[in-house]
Structure formats: structure tokens, C-alpha cells
């Protein structure tokens, strides 16, 4: 009986994560890498619920509930070479392509390439098994994508 007294006083178990997957880990990649400055602004949010919609097809509600759930995912996180190798091993080239992308126009969404998002996308691009070209294509499409311009330069 005092026991059960005692559990009455105790916050409750939050609810378990999702068991990440390459969505969720790219996800918690960006949020990593936009609070990484330690000003996780507004733009930002935004440009993460547009990119997960735009990668995954979802509305924007369902992008906003995605990107709840990763910011979760980060608190709790494992390393950033985890959700790496995780899109690494469940995603083609192509995906991985564009989850570096994403990431680099999180780094480039305030105009400042803050040496703690360099290091995070880094670190994910190594882990996803890319390459140091594939990273330098990845942040000139994101300058030219954040500058107004589509153009590839494939």
C-alpha cells in the first residue's frame, strides 16, 4: 500500500520513442544540427517541417508531428555516426544524397556556417558513407536552392 502511496507522487513514465528509422534519424540529424548554435529559430523549424514534407510527402501537420517526434529523438539521442549509419543501411544513394542536401540547407538556413553544424553534417555524411565531393555538390545545391536558384550543377 505504500508503495502504490509513493508511485502516486512520482511523474509518470513519458511514452517510449519510435524506434527510429531513416525518416526520423534524418529528422533528428537537422534538428542536432539547427540547435546545435543554440538558437533553434523559428526559420529553422519551419525549414525542417518543409523539408521532411517535402522528402516524405507529408502535409504540413503531419511534417510538424514528424519533427515533434525527432526533437524528442535528439534529446535522447544516440551520436550523430548512429542516425548516419541507420540512413546509411536502410536508404539507396539517392536518399542519402538528399538527406545530405537536407542537412546542408539547414546548416546555410540563417546565412552562417556555424562550426558545430559543420562538424554534425560532418560527421553524418562520413557515417552515411559519402563522400567529400558528394558533400561540397550537397552545399552548393543548398546555397543555390536557398538563394532562389534550381539550377543542378551536376
Known amino acids: ?3 502504490k502511496f509513493f508511485q502516486a507522487f512520482r511523474p ?9 528509422d531513416a525518416e526520423l534519424a534524418l529528422g533528428a540529424l537537422m534538428v542536432r544540427v539547427a540547435q546545435s548554435d543554440r538558437e533553434y529559430q523559428l526559420e529553422e523549424i519551419s525549414l525542417i517541417d518543409r523539408i521532411l514534407a517535402r522528402l516524405y510527402q507529408h502535409n504540413a501537420i503531419e511534417a510538424a508531428k514528424v519533427r515533434a517526434n525527432c526533437e524528442k529523438l535528439h534529446a535522447a539521442a544516440p551520436e550523430t555516426d548512429t542516425f548516419g ?3 546509411r543501411e536502410t536508404t539507396g544513394l539517392e536518399e542519402r ?4 542536401d537536407a542537412l546542408w540547407e539547414v546548416v546555410l538556413a540563417d546565412g552562417n556556417e556555424h562550426e558545430g553544424e ?7 555524411r562520413k557515417a552515411m558513407g559519402l563522400s567529400y565531393a558528394d558533400n561540397e555538390a550537397a552545399r552548393d545545391r543548398a546555397r543555390r536552392k536557398l538563394a532562389g ?3 543542378d550543377a551536376t
Do not use: G, N, S, Y
Open 85 to 87: 549509419r541507420l540512413i
Open 97 to 100: 544524397l538528399a538527406a545530405l
Open 118 to 124: 559543420v562538424k554534425i553534417v560532418e560527421d553524418a
Open 1 to 3: 500500500m505504500l508503495k
Open 149 to 151: 536558384t534550381t539550377e
Open 12 to 20: 509518470p513514465q513519458p511514452p517510449a520513442l519510435p524506434d527510429p
